[in-house]
């Protein structure tokens, strides 16, 4: 009974037994026959150890036990880098997201405005940028901006640095006071006599951008400001020219010849009307120029933020690393952790059965023989298991 008992343990212990073996096969099967009497449930286990990998042969050739070790933490450390680099990718996804619906959302409000342009064409000739009317103001205000230059360098130079006894002579020979656009050689005598006043026209300019500026203001004061800035800009407009009517009318005077009023001059409203007019229409088309640059600028900006958004993306779908190579690594060393050896499953199994089954070579172990017999060929078939090199892998690791 004794005896019974501790047959019955080993049997349990040998069914449950995982632990790797290096063995001769034949003679192991030989063994455990021997010590199970054949019994085919336990014989069965055996087959699922050499499946599993469980039960290898002596020319076993997969990892030692600390080169596993060493590959389950590489394995790990490679889980970590892909699950930053997972992070990573999901974060510039939100972005490129983000980004890419604020690239639909402009498209959106560029396709709107032009749409509501369509509908009203006299609304779009005051909201929508004109290129004609543009280029015209430009091409003018290039033009008068050339003009006003040379002519406040002359209108200053004439007015502060006065040679009367040239003008007495010009009026001698009755060729007149000359031309208020300076010639050459009187831009070489304001440079002579001071270069700064090449920076009178700007004085101008300045008070053509606060004409601008005014005019760009929502408070009803502008128009208060607006002229005072006409009127200071007249008044020294009207000074330039009296004083140069003035020293004409001086160096008449100096020869004995008649004088004339300011108010009877037409020399006087000429340098008047030449300076204050063209400002003006200066002033005029500056402002008209900027309005209609700016009529623009709403779509320009669109389609600028738009670009802008998509070199973003694709800044980001480039800084997104892949994880291919990596998925890759741990599979290959997982497999190679769970690879158990290399060959013929086939022999192998025939290797242990052959050496189980001359343990019941005997009569009286007929049927046991025969049963365990029965048990490799539905394994096998059960399993696939054919003969040819392969690789058996352990379906623990």
């Known amino acids: 009974m004794e005896e019974l008992k501790e047959l019955t343990k080993q049997k349990r212990n040998q069914e449950i037994t995982y632990q790797v073996e290096r063995v001769n096969l034949s003679d192991f099967g030989y063994e455990k026959s021997g010590t199970a009497k054949g019994d085919p449930k336990i014989y069965l286990s055996y087959l699922k150890r050499i499946m599993n990998g469980d039960l290898v042969t002596e020319d076993y050739n997969g990892l030692s036990g600390e080169e596993k070790i060493e590959k389950r933490r590489e394995i790990t450390v ?8 997972e992070k990573t990718n999901k974060k510039f996804e939100k972005e490129i ?3 890419n619906k604020k ?9 709107d405005l032009k749409e509501k342009n369509d509908e009203d064409p006299e609304l779009a000739k005051n909201q929508t940028f004109s290129p004609f009317k543009f280029g015209i103001n430009l091409f003018i205000l290039v033009m008068l901006t050339g003009y006003l230059f ?5 209108a200053a130079y004439k007015a502060l640095y006065t040679d009367f006894e040239a003008i007495a002579d010009k009026i001698a020979q009755g060729i007149g006071t000359g031309s208020i656009m300076p010639g050459p050689y009187e831009l070489n005598e304001a440079i002579s006599y001071n270069f700064l006043l090449f920076l009178v026209p700007f ?4 008070f053509g951008w606060a004409f601008h500026v005014i005019l760009d203001m929502s408070h009803k004061v502008k128009y208060i400001f607006m002229g005072l800035l006409i009127g200071v800009t007249f008044t020294v407009d009207f000074l330039l020219a009296m004083i140069i009517h003035n020293n004409t009318e001086t160096a008449k005077e100096m020869m004995g010849l008649s004088t004339v009023s300011w108010s009877m001059s037409s020399t006087f409203y000429i340098i008047l009307f030449l300076g204050f007019l063209v400002y003006i229409i200066w002033s005029i088309l500056l402002d008209s120029l900027l309005r209609e640059w700016d009529k623009g600028q709403i779509p320009r900006n669109m389609k600028k933020i738009i670009k802008h958004l998509k070199k973003d993306v694709l800044s980001l779908e480039e800084k997104k690393t892949s994880n291919a190579n990596i998925s890759e690594k741990i599979h290959q060393l997982r497999e190679d952790i769970s690879t158990v050896m290399y060959g013929n499953l086939q022999k192998y199994i025939d290797q242990f059965s052959t050496g189980w089954i001359s343990y019941l070579s005997p009569a009286s172990m007929k049927v046991v023989r025969d049963l365990c017999l029965q048990e490799k060929k539905e394994f096998e078939e059960k399993h696939g298991i054919r003969p040819g090199i392969v690789t058996v892998i352990s379906k623990k690791a």
């Open 203 to 206: 004085i101008f300019y300045a």
């Open 78 to 85: 490679l889980e970590k880098q892909e699950k930053d680099i």
């Open 97 to 99: 997201l983000e980004k």
């Open 150 to 154: 040379f002519f406040y360098v002359s």
């Open 103 to 111: 690239i639909e959302e402009y498209n959106q409000k560029l396709l």
